[in-house]
């Protein structure tokens, strides 16, 4: 008897003495974790002070993932139906926990087929989808449909002129236009300047050479760090002219290897190299991360942490031997100034006047004098001198003063806004455009 129960009592102690290892084991490698370089995009809690940026390597396709510091989530297309899974495992790998919004820039099945895969994601929900207004007429479109149904969600139509806030990104939507009669797929696509602190990238879907023409004519502000190359790389895409105006520091081509279109062209490269910006592609470099503070940004490797650093390179991308600078300073946009709103229609019983609302979305205060404001008919107000801060915003009123924001008025007893659409144009006393707002 005594001999038994000494050996249960030693029992007893070796299997004590073995849960004790194993636990102290997981505590060190759990305290070991964070020594680990986890990439900011991995911890969708953590408030890093990092917005990112990803372009999904869907093959042939578009589908562009962007994040705020916050977590705010922004799904732009999906690829092909066979997308599906590569977007879902790069959520999921990511953290991402919800999409607060989606984007199908247009019905065509290379943007929207894996996005359905997306809505019936149980785990990861959708709170909001955009498109443009045009639906498609196939199955992928029908599939699509029912899926933001099943969703609990109405499609919502955005164009032109319109600007969303998401999280603390900036999104002004450039095409299409309302009131298009049965469209191309392609022209109608929603093309949208997406603004992270005072890094500009632009998505121009599958665009062509009339849009892009089109944009430039209506005056569009278009200067962009990032681009994303319209149409794949398309040879009916990405002009001259265009590129110009965009003046991109690198510019991104979502496509598949070896696809059966050719894309990306010899001579969109060509334009692409001629405009000096860096050529990323997705069929060579795989899923393309941008992660920007707002001012530096860097491509598929971390931002330095401390500010004040010197400029680093980022990786060669596979097919391009340019370097990817991390821009320290933007010299070229003192201010950054924007138009938030039109308010033209005067029959709200708490707001009789019309008004244009503009904000300093800058870090530096703006002088307002002799900067000009004008409609399509060519009203024209002038400011007087006036300090506009970072962060306010001023109204200009078409009858009355409010000096409690600016004091502004055309002081005009006829309205000024047209109710059945305008536009707003800011400009700065060299008579470039620094802002504009279409309704
Ligand atoms: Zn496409």
Not at 23 to 32: D, G, N, P, S, T
Not at 179 to 208: H, I, K, W, Y
Not at 399 to 406: E, K, R
């Amino acid at each position: 008897m005594t001999a038994r129960r000494v050996i249960l009592a030693l029992i007893v102690i070796v299997a004590l003495l073995l849960c004790l290892s194993i636990a102290l084991l997981l505590f060190l490698q759990i305290r070991q974790q964070p020594a680990q370089p986890a990439l900011p995009a991995a911890t969708p809690t953590a408030v890093t002070g990092e917005f990112t940026i990803t372009f999904i390597d869907v093959g042939q396709g578009d589908s562009a993932l962007l994040r705020d510091p916050n977590g705010f989530t922004v799904l732009m297309d999906g690829g092909v139906r066979s997308a599906g899974p590569i977007i879902a495992e790069y959520l999921r790998d990511e953290g991402v926990r919800q999409i607060d919004v989606l984007v199908a820039s247009h019905p065509d099945s290379d943007h929207i087929g894996g996005l359905i895969t997306v809505l019936e994601m149980d785990d990861i929900p959708v709170r909001k989808v955009l498109y443009n207004g045009y639906p498609g007429d196939t199955r992928t479109w029908e599939d699509f449909a029912r899926a933001v149904r099943d969703e609990g969600l109405r499609l919502t139509v955005t164009r032109a002129g319109d600007r969303h806030t998401w999280g603390q990104m900036r999104a002004v939507v450039i095409n299409p236009q309302a009131g298009l009669n049965n469209p191309e797929s392609n022209s109608a696509c929603l093309a949208v300047m997406v603004t992270t602190g005072q890094l500009r990238t632009l998505f121009t879907c599958d665009l062509a050479f009339d849009q892009e023409r089109d944009l430039i004519n209506r005056g569009v502000d278009l200067d962009a760090d990032i681009l994303k190359v319209a149409h794949h790389g398309s040879g009916e895409g990405s002009s001259t002219a265009f590129l110009e105006a965009v003046s991109p520091e690198i510019a991104v081509i979502s496509v598949g290897a070896d696809n059966t279109y050719g894309h990306p062209r010899e001579e969109t490269l060509a334009r692409l190299e001629d405009a000096g910006a860096g050529i990323w592609r997705t069929d060579l470099d795989g899923h393309i991360v941008i992660r920007t503070d707002g001012i530096r940004y860097a491509i598929n490797e971390p931002l330095p942490a401390a500010e004040g650093q010197t400029p680093v390179t980022g990786s060669d991308p596979a097919g391009a031997a340019e370097p990817t600078p991390l821009p320290t300073a933007r010299p070229e946009r003192l201010y950054r100034v924007v138009i938030t709103t039109v308010f033209y229609d005067g029959e709200l019983t708490n707001e009789p006047d019309e008004y244009v609302e503009i904000l300093n979305e800058g870090s530096q205060t703006v002088q307002l004098g002799g900067w000009t404001l004008r409609d399509k008919q060519n009203h024209v107000f002038t400011f007087p001198d006036y300090s506009l801060p970072a962060g306010e915003m001023v109204r200009v009123y078409t009858n009355q003063v409010h000096p409690d924001t600016g004091g502004f008025s055309y002081n005009t007893t006829t309205p000024v806004w047209n109710n059945g659409g305008d536009c707003a144009e800011l400009r700065d006393p060299s008579g470039a455009l620094v802002a504009e707002y279409c309704y």
